[in-house]
């Protein structure tokens, strides 16, 4: 069973009139809303409270099943009316739908999603399927597709046309409704455009929690299948190039990477017993780029490079065959000199945490022999504070205080970079660095306290909390006790947004799914209740439902 989406050509508009601001509502159809033992030669009418423009109905039919030839589709002032060319199938529940597209000619949209159903049987499938679509991107238009299962679902939906099509209101909500008996898979997607049949990588998408959701009976009524907007790869994880230059090569990834997970990685030379890898980076500005310095290369050779422990944003492992690539190293001379590109915190940055870790990103691999004897950080009676360093990969240094800072100070970083150099011997760009920034008041704390209340109680130990300030804010996350009590300290005043999920990877994120293989969304609930902190104040009781 198919949705297609057929279009012919307009007609033009009536002339004069006065302005209308109210949309075409729908006064009548024919055959009934849920009639049955409809006759399959039958033609469908439509009839408005006012003149349609005739591309707004013409570009938006969809109908299930689908028809091997397109209908025609007649518009003519308040009545729309469609013909089959072949002959409806028996005992068949069909639905027509336009959704929100149908206009007059002063563009004004219908209030109400425009669909209706009928039989050609003696009864009519009524099974439903309904829930909530967030983050929806501003001025996009969003839908959500089922797929029914036949023997099997196929291997991949990006391909497949999807059997039912419904739209999602203003609200996020959706439903559909007149299911036939069967297994289905879901998909939410948003788009640019109010037609569209192809999913994009620049496409938001969104996969259930539940898979397959599966209508029993012909009346069966399902709720609260919702879904989380956001990016869904559908490409799989690859080295898509590599690039030499200045000695340095530079790999080029389908997806973002983890940067965490992935500075651990092991590359290696495929014939080289002893890797001849100098230094591994990956991209500050841009992930899904990284960068290896080599050693003892022939110039003008070609090498295999394997790059085993690499993973994207999403968790996924680069695997054989797309973890090698073949490269043409071609030695030039270095002439650039290092300099320092970013740093965590900003300069001159405020409200740092009290327990900070401090990270410089430099442009490429710097030497730096002994962090500890060039760099000095200074508190705010100008006296050094001991700390912590290590490399996170080849261009980013992190230092950690011994200590706590002092609440509401302010501090200063300073290094001697004249010994700092690149592998080819560029002395670093700056003789001098700095780094200032001021310590947040922990008198302007202010702290959440509540409870998540679940139906299953060995739910638990799978629940994640997540919090962010502002609707772009940084999410940070809490687990509650087996007993569901929380406590989230150390927030600065500002408006709190909360949602909740189930961990069930254990990975402290959660997981959107995947579309090849397909895999199901972590369950989730977002809250749009807004918590506000105030300073030196415990909030609490902020009780959820989950």
Known sequence: MQILFYGCAAQGPPGGGPEDK????????FPENGATKVNTATEIVLLFSEAIEPRSAENNLAITPAQKKPPKIKVNRKKVTISFYDLLEENTTYIIGFGRNIKDYRKNSTPDNITTAFATGDSLDQGQISGQVF????NSYTTVWAFKKTETFPDSILGARPDYVTSVGADGKYRFANLAVGEYRLLAIASQTPRFSVITAENPIALPAVDPVIIKRRDTVINNINFRLGKLYINRFRIQSGTVNENRLELSFSRALDTQKSKSAKIKIIGMDQSPVQSFWINDADSRFANIIFSGLTTDREYTLVADGIVDDFGEDLRDPDNAMTFTYIEKADTIKP????????KDGRDIDTSPEIRLNFTESVIIKDPLTSIQINGPDSLPIPFRYNWLDGNSLLLTPENTLESKSEYMLIANTAGWADFAGNIFHDSLLTLSFTTLDINSFGSITGKVQTMDLGMS?????GYQSGPEGLVRTVR???????EIVNLLPGKYRFSIWEDRNGNGCWDPGRLMPFQAAEPFRSYSDEINVRARWETAEVNWNY
């Open 480 to 486: 509650p006790l087996e007993s569901g009590q929380y």
């Open 22 to 29: 109210t949309g075409p509502e729908l006064l009548s159809v």
């Open 135 to 138: 983050k929806i991107p501003k």
């Open 339 to 346: 300099k320092l590109d970013t740093t965590v915190p900003a």
């Open 461 to 465: 130990q799978n629940i994640t909390i």
